[in-house]
């Protein structure tokens, strides 16, 4: 936390070193997308919202 107890945005890109660490990181997010579509995007940092249109 910094000071005034707010937390500092996390971004994995930070902690990832390489492409195998990138493939380790999303592999459980690509297994899960057949039951979860929206897990690979969220593994990205992605946000997508739905809109309908009438």
């Known amino acids: 936390m910094t000071e ?3 937390f500092q945005r996390f971004d994995v890109a930070d902690h ?3 492409l195998e660490d ?3 990181y999303l ?3 690509l ?3 057949a039951d979860d579509p929206s897990a ?3 593994a ?3 946000r997508f919202e739905l809109h309908t249109v009438a």
Do not use: N
């Open 44 to 46: 990205l940092g992605l």
């Open 40 to 42: 690979v995007p969220r």
């Open 22 to 24: 990138l493939a380790t």
């Open 16 to 18: 990832l070193d390489g």
């Open 4 to 6: 005034g107890g707010k």
């Open 31 to 33: 297994e899960e997308s």
């Open 27 to 29: 592999e459980p997010a």
